[in-house]
């Protein structure tokens, strides 16, 4: 089985190749730290973890490197808003863009690296760019020159005369700086009481597609295996970068160009002026919608796919994920009733055809509603056999098979970061099943003698440390760790 991409840049998928080989380097344009982040950051960066998870689960050493845009007008009007600084609002929204990446379970980034931290870098490029004669000054300003690349727009596929044919018009005072109106700014002039840098060009601030140029080059070099981002930053953002860095380095940017797709709200794109805007954690608190929900929500379709959001989908993700989450507790059971030892990652004891499934959908440009429905086909058979022995003491599959679905879908699931808090386990790793079966004998003594309140107190007691008593006709009692 061998990896495939769907690349942007050729528009089909080909053959996954790095660079260098088992190693990969993936740079994700990051949020500009202004705002909490809202469901659409959700469905971004839960895709690229599990892109990364999925790499590195099949061999790969990789280096995520993800940044953070902390100089940025929106973030200037925040904080005149908020009667604050530019370096407060970020801090306070870089913070908090963390604690909901957290909650998600999407893992750190190896780095984040920050525009106001690569001032240096940023001033170094342009330099470059105006030495090979594809960028100029004007009045305090400097601009990449758009048709100094022949193949510009080769990543968007927009060719001049569409940009033409959409433009406004309409001149601004920037405009009239450019010597044409499609070149970009890749250093602005200082406006009053905005934060700036000393340069040669006077003092200013970067441009916002010269920042990603630099930071992929000062934290990956020059040349990179994947570059992913919203399909929102194809252009201009990611167009404008490739402009930049190639024409600097004379090499390519980057191999895989990968791009999510969109959320909409109830059929609708999502955007602040349409009111249908949420946050995560909005969602998370308010909505009391479960974070793993959310994670399986997003995963339920191809991250190049669009995903809608509506009350019935987020009810079917939950119940979804309470299927999955219940099989992924049953290892409580299993080591409590079957004497199965938990060792976390047994690599000898997995089903392999639900593995090869499994490798199959994800190698397919990471088709994550497929490798769920691997991952529900372990779940449905654990949860039947978890269901028997809860009620009546015995299960009809081998224990070892049963542990190696068990075990399978608790690996394969990580790899997706769908993972339980593992209460049920720890439970039943904390409590000897003698000592259980020596209080059901305490409680049914206590039955007999008709001391109830002893024996109420010991269910309860067994209750808080997660153990369900389930009493059978004939004076019986079953016990299971809770879900």
Known sequence: MSLTLYNTLTRQK??????EENKVSIYCCGVTVYDYCHLGHARSYIAWDTVRRYLEWRGYHVTYIQNFTDIDDKILKRAREEKSTMDAVSEKYIAAYLEDMDRLNIRRADDYPRATHTIDGIKRLIHELETKGVAYASQGDVYYSVRSKSDYGKLSGRKFEDLEAGASGRVDEEDSKKRDPFDFALWKAAKADEPFWESSWGKGRPGWHIECSAMVRDRLGDS??????????????????????????????????LHNGMVNVGGVKMSKSLGNFTTIRDLLDKGKIEPMAMRFFVLGAQYRKPIDFTEEAMTAATNGWHTLQDALQFGAIGAAKLGWALNGNDQDALDREAIESFTSAMDDDFNTASALAV???????????ANQLRHQGTIDADSQTLFKSWNTLKQLAAVL????????????????????????????????????AKADQIRKDLKEQGIVLVDQPGGTTLWHHES
């Open 14 to 19: 080909s053959l996954f190749t790095p660079l």
């Open 417 to 452: 970061g769908l993972e339980t808090d593992d209460k049920a386990e720890a439970a039943a790793l904390s409590l000897n099943p003698e000592a259980i079966e020596d209080l059901i004998a305490q409680r049914s003594s206590a039955k007999a003698a008709k001391d109830f």
């Open 375 to 385: 991952l529900f086909e372990l779940a449905k058979g654990i949860n039947r056999e």
């Open 224 to 257: 990179i295996d994947i570059h992913c981002g919203g399909g929102d930053l194809t252009f201009p953002h990611h167009e404008n970068e490739i402009a930049q860095s190639e024409a600097a380095t004379g090499k390519q940017l980057a191999t895989y160009w």
